[in-house]
């Protein structure tokens, strides 16, 4: 089975570091266009099924795939973003200012971070596990899963077997595409953040095809 992970566009609170989390914030003009070429990059590739996270960003980045396949979104709500409690809707600088402590540990030690009146890595580990369940099991043919940076990242740390303490270790940006392979009882990364389909369409031809 193979099973691309997508991060969605871009938004205007991605380039304001504001944090997202459960409030719905819609692609930008430049996360639109992504979502578009996204979509491009996945004809011919056979995708049987998508699945997205429930918030607007996702299925909007999602809608561009569904468009070039022709394949129905499914959403899944174990899959949407993190909740960031009282950090919502704030820059990073207001955060520093306003919960300096707790921004620390985020950044420093996130496997030890619990959000204020939100949710911890544990947390969000516990029930993506319960979603990624529900689309794995049973499927052989390519899925496709469009959700958040934070559970991309959880996506890629379960299926390596990582601890959430590498969180930051890895990189997945707006758009990207990751594809982890799974034969048998063997899980294995083919490639990581992928960007090329994001240049031109001429690109398209060179990026990574498993």
Known sequence: ??????????????????????????????GQKQAQLTGQYFLNKGIARIFSSPLGRAIQTAEGISKATKMPIEVIDELTDMNFGAWEGLTLREV???????????????????????ESLGDVRRRVTKGIQK????????????SHRVICKIIFL????????????????PASVTLIEKIGDSVSLSFLNDTCHLHNKESLSSCKDF
């Open 1 to 30: 089975m193979q099973l691309y992970v997508v991060r969605h566009g871009e938004t205007a609170w991605n380039k304001e570091e504001v944090f997202r989390g459960r409030k719905d914030v819609p692609l930008n003009k430049t």
């Open 96 to 118: 520093e200012k306003l919960y300096p402590e707790e921004l620390k540990v985020w950044q420093q030690s996130p496997h030890k971070f619990h959000a204020r009146d939100g």
């Open 135 to 146: 689309v794995v099991t049973g499927e052989k043919a390519p899925i496709v899963l469009v």
């Open 158 to 173: 379960n299926a390596l077997m990582l601890r959430s303490r590498y969180f930051w270790k890895i990189r997945f940006d």
